[in-house]
């Protein structure tokens, strides 16, 4: 029987009296007989007619299954039920025709039956409100038999949904009583419906740790070597293994909304532009509403979802020595960090004399992920900054100040340079500077902390980002974000031989009781000098004053008391914006008779507006190529002096 597309009988009518294959009288297609084929006797005695009665399809059925499109889903096929043994003589056509009427029957009618496949059609009729009207496929001690197809009525969309999924083949009409070879090479397997959920599926995740969503921010496969970070809980997380410095790209630059409205850009997963806000807006100017500017929280969200960015700050007095260390890894980037930090700022006292030669190496150290941002100096005062590129349009114009704090003095070893700027709606201010040494001159020390915070003229341009708290007396409450480090030149007040005997008990594991002993500590106590400011715990031995090269505390004459002159302070607005991750000392370098101390932070940032004056993507443009150079230039060598010990080879005469 062929079907139409609309599921209509389209095979040739058959003539009265004709009757289908299988029903008494009627012929396979081989033009054999039906009554000559071996039967068992017959059980019941039901005219052949009453099998045309019972696959009879109700008139509002047939209109309805006229309807039904290629597309629904099509009942099982079964196999032509196997043919009779030879030794199977002894039976007759009226118990086959019989009992296929009988299975046919009590598949319909009888609903404990259990025998048959189309339990499993009944169960999912049971759920999606579909039920056979005509015609199953029973099978019983091993044997199938085949009454119709199974119609299923339109309305349900549970099986329109399936019918989409089906194959070509399937949505093709099939004739079930086709070629009988054809049938017999049919693999038998019954077609189930598929499982439903029993429930509405979950929505897809739309925060950070959506894996599908972090599509920003990809980083070079050249750059990244892939692990896992022991000892973390949850999903496994990228470890970035780089020749340079660590970022943290993937866990701290992508914000949630942002992720997602990335991927409606098809060309970049960068943020889709309008082409209207290209033509009303200037970053330079821009609007003062917070939501629609560059350095407003959508941006930084985007940055920063934790709104806090890295600071690394380092101070070394340098002892005016010509020669710089031949490797400046150890300062920058000690190989205890996992991560390396947003913003690089090196104070020095008593710098080198050739102040671009140092500026140059630390451009070298730091590679190609930092420029330099800015760089100041007042005589050997030296304060560079220096910034991930990605992040310099962020940043507004710098400004920086000057104080001397010895008049009469030609070289000015003994003052403050100061370097202010913005950071999205954040102000940071960054002083290095060089107090008056002397283990006794305390008050002098006091006299220079007070000159500079009240000379040092900062900001210049930037517009205060909160005005009503602060003074024109003091420029660190001009700044939500402030940093003093240097050479303070604060002591300890104890004998040579008491500091020595305290460092053998504790050996550099509890600096209580030695700090129990410094000048700064006490006079910070007492509110005289650096009002406001914190200071990590120290936890380093201290800084001053070493033989050059050795880690041995001075054996000249004068045999000068072992102090930490060498501090990092800090000062915030809002209580707990600063949160200190680093505090100690460097003790690789011993070029100098101070050991360099660093400090790592995590500054909280808030949403800034367009209307701050920006730096516009400034930098050194000279030192950023000559670092970069002489770093090419170093890997060249080390791969040369690798070929060279690889090829070289060893004759030994006997």
Known sequence: MRMTENG?????SQPDGVLPRGAPGGKDPEGVSSDKMPVNPPTEDIKPTKLLDTLKFPQDVQDQSSKTSLYQPRPPLLPKPPALSKGGKSGSMEEVRSRRLKHSQESLTDPAETGSSTDSLKEDS???????????????????????????????PVFRARGQSLSEYERRPHDHYGDPAEQRGRPFKVR???????????????????????????????????????????????????????????D????????????????????????????????????????GALLGAEELDRYFPERRVGIYIATWNMHGEKGLPNNLDDLLLPTDSEFAQDFYIIGVQEG????????????????????MLYAASHGVLYLT????????????????????????????????VGIGFTFFGTSFLFITSHFTSGDSRVYERILDYNKIVEALALPKVLPDTNPYRSTSSDVTTRFDEVFWFGDFNFRLSEDRGGVEALLNQNQGVDMGPLLHHDQLSKEMKDGSIFKGFQEALIQFLPTYKFDVGCDVYDTTSKQRTPSYTD???????????????????????????????????????????????????????????????RRITRELKKREATKDQGSSTICSIS
């Open 8 to 12: 209509e009988d389209s095979s040739p």
């Open 126 to 156: 049971a759920v999606t409100g579909v039920f056979p009207l005509s015609g199953a496929a029973t099978l019983r001690n091993g044997q199938s038999s085949i009454v119709g197809p199974l119609l299923t009525p339109t309305g349900s």
């Open 192 to 250: 189930l419906s598929p499982l439903q959920p029993s429930g509405p599926l979950p929505a897809l995740e739309q925060t950070l740790a959506s894996e599908s969503l972090r599509t920003a921010n990809r980083i070079d496969r050249d750059c990244v070597d892939y692990g896992t970070v022991p000892g973390r809980a949850g999903p496994e997380r990228l470890h970035l293994h780089r020749n340079l410095s660590d970022s943290r790209l993937l």
């Open 252 to 291: 701290n630059m992508v914000s949630d909304n942002t992720s997602v409205n990335s991927m409606k850009s098809t060309f970049s997963v960068l943020n889709p532009i309008r082409p209207r806000d290209v033509r009303n807006r200037s970053f330079l100017e821009g609007s003062v509403l917070g939501s």
């Open 352 to 371: 080198c004399p050739d102040r671009r030669e140092w500026e140059i190496r630390l451009q070298e150290t730091l590679g190609p992920y930092y420029v």
């Open 385 to 416: 900054v220096f910034v991930r590129r990605d992040l310099i349009w962020f940043c507004s114009e710098v400004e920086h100040a000057t104080v001397t704090t010895r008049i009469m003095s030609q070289i000015k070893t003994k003052g403050a």
């Open 567 to 629: 501090r990092i302070l800090f000062r915030n607005r809002q209580v707990d914006d600063i949160k200190v991750i680093k505090y100690t000392s460097c003790s690789m370098i011993k070029t100098s008779d101070h050991r360099p101390v660093i400090g790592m932070f995590q500054v909280k940032l808030r949403p800034g507006r367009d209307n701050i004056p920006l730096g516009a993507g400034q930098f050194d443009r000279s030192l950023y190529l000559e670092g970069i150079r």
